[in-house]
């Protein structure tokens, strides 16, 4: 299946839709939320940087801590994704202070 799969590649990164196609799947795998959340709206409508927390924490479940996986899932970089997970805990660890 690998061989398959490398064999019918024509870009640089190796696509799972040969591997789909392989165990009979031909539509991507989807799952109800990780963390039990869905994608129900209260009244008001959460912020943007509520909503990309709440994704992130997403696809980090989904891919079990995996950051390089959970960034594929995003659809963005691992570096933009380390880049977002450091922003994050600097807003939670609050502004520096000069000693």
Do not use: C, H, W, Y
């Not at 079990?64 to 899932?73: C, D, E, M, S, V």
Request: net charge positive.
């Amino acid at each position: 299946m690998v061989l398959s799969a490398v064999s019918r590649q024509r870009e640089r990164i190796l696509s799972l839709e040969t591997f789909r196609e392989a165990m009979g799947r031909t539509e991507p795998d989807l799952r109800p939320a990780a963390t039990g959340g869905n994608l129900a709206f209260p009244d008001r409508l959460p912020t943007l940087k509520q909503l990309t927390a709440q994704l992130i924490e997403e696809a980090l479940a989904r891919s079990k801590g995996n950051q390089a996986i959970a960034a594929g899932l995003l659809g963005i970089s691992p570096q933009a994704l380390s880049k977002r997970l450091g922003r994050r805990t600097r807003d939670a660890e609050g502004p520096l202070r000069s000693p």
